[in-house]
């Protein structure tokens, strides 16, 4: 009665991650930061050289003029991030819905983000002290980091809109059938577009008249940066890290919580830590994207990179040295689904105890040895698919005692993998007995 009970439970719990999971606005986020993901590459790229690599090789006005080329990667990627989210988002969240102009949504997505930017901007000229007011000009600031979580919402809610206001046969103009598709798609969606965008502008002209502050600074300072700091802080981040690798073992991918709820923050944080070490200023933030893929995540999820040398090295059950075998391989690149649907690890209650354990510890070890100054803080963009050792070595911008405490703490997971593999070995060998 009591396995039927944790069995129904079980059951129950994942049902409900797996709609949570499911839920299409969710879909249209990841698959948007799955889309953007070579930007952010690329952006860690040009500051892994312009700021470690080329003051090597050059100096002087050399080095200035070979570091413009980084500072053009940075204002094509970092600095235009929320300017590429608004119509990404938009265009996944339509295709999500079936909807038939996909990219009039992103189109407008577009236009609607612009409706929301401040007419007048302060900025401080070259050689001067004291900023002015100017207007006609687009702020890199109103188009980057800081409007990513805007672009988001207009993304997503906007385009929502939009659909609505195209779904209404009324509010659609027929060519009749000898027109072109495309043509036919624009007057359709004329009077849509037209309504909303003039509807974001008349919201964003009361913001700028009533609180003398446009959609994108509010956004950022309202709901951005709150979220952040709660979510990025080293509780927010365990207990939203942990419960997405508890999920992981029941089925439910971890990019269910973490791709939705915290991967979009820990990005603008490895932005910003990027720009300012690329403007020569500390960088601001611990937890990053990178700081997973670094700490918490050597051979994916769970750390599994420790579970493979534990069960290489140590285990003596067959099946477990075969499985080891198959999945090391993809466990060096950090892709390690073999391994935890085919170990298996998941519904494996030894195995489950280590998996949510080790990189809830392992956070909590990178982020004091971080902020102590014992290893430099990750500044480079590194793709998650990057090997342990070469990846705390980029991620921190060539800092080779990231190297050392990678090797300490995969060292340190092998050791607490390996009583709970003996048990897990165990059982199995018990339950194939029990078989035969």
Request: glycine residues 8%; charged residues 10%; positive net charge.
């Amino acid at each position: 009665m009591k396995t039927k009970s944790k069995s129904q439970f079980g059951d129950k719990f994942a049902e409900i991650a797996g709609r949570i999971g499911g839920e299409i606005h969710l879909q249209a986020l990841r698959d948007t930061f799955s889309i953007l993901m070579p930007f952010f590459v690329l952006a860690g790229l040009g500051t892994l050289l312009n700021s470690v690599l080329f003051p090597y090789i050059f100096s002087g006005d050399n080095l200035t003029k070979i570091q413009s080329w980084g500072a053009l990667l940075n204002n094509s990627t970092l600095n235009i991030c929320g300017l590429l989210v608004a119509p990404i988002c938009a265009y996944t969240l339509a295709r999500h819905k079936n909807f038939s102009n996909a990219i009039g949504a992103a189109a407008v997505s577009i236009s609607a983000l612009f409706t929301f930017m401040p007419i007048t901007n302060m900025i401080i000229p070259v050689n001067m002290e004291e900023a002015v007011a100017v207007q006609g000009i687009v702020l890199f600031k109103n188009l980057g980091t800081q409007s990513m979580f805007a672009g988001v919402i207009v993304g997503l809610v906007v385009t929502e809109i939009f659909m609505k206001l195209a779904n209404i046969k009324k509010m659609q103009i027929s060519m009749g059938e000898n027109v072109p598709p495309q043509v036919a798609k624009s007057f359709e969606a004329m009077i849509p577009t037209i309504l909303t965008i003039a509807g974001c502008a008349l919201i964003s002209a009361l913001l700028i008249v009533l609180l003398e502050k446009d959609l994108i600074t509010l956004i950022a300072t309202t709901i951005q940066e709150p979220l952040r700091k709660i979510n990025t802080s080293l509780p927010g981040f365990l207990l939203i890290f942990t419960l997405g690798n508890l999920l992981f073992t029941f089925g439910i991918h971890q990019a269910v919580i973490f791709g939705t709820v915290l991967e979009p923050l820990l990005i603008a944080n490895i932005n910003d830590n990027a720009l300012a070490l690329s403007n020569g200023q500390v960088p601001p933030h611990i937890l990053t994207k990178p700081f997973v893929t670094v700490f918490t995540q050597m051979g994916g999820t769970g750390c599994t990179l420790s579970l493979l040398i534990a069960i290489l090295v140590f285990s003596k059950y067959q099946a477990s040295r075969k499985m080891g075998q198959l999945a090391l391989a993809p466990g060096l690149f950090n892709i390690n689904e073999p391994l935890i649907y085919g170990f298996p690890i998941v519904f494996n209650l030894p195995m489950m105890i280590p998996f949510v354990g080790i990189p809830f510890l392992f956070s909590i070890i990178g982020y004091v040895l971080t902020s102590i100054g014992w290893v430099a803080k990750t500044v480079v963009f590194i793709p998650w698919m990057t090997p342990p050792l070469v990846s705390g070595y980029l991620a921190t911008g060539g800092d080779w005692r990231a190297v050392i405490i990678q090797i300490c703490l995969i060292t340190l997971g092998t050791l607490i993998y390996l009583p709970f593999l003996k048990i897990s070995d165990l059982i199995a060998q018990k339950q194939y007995t029990k078989e035969e």
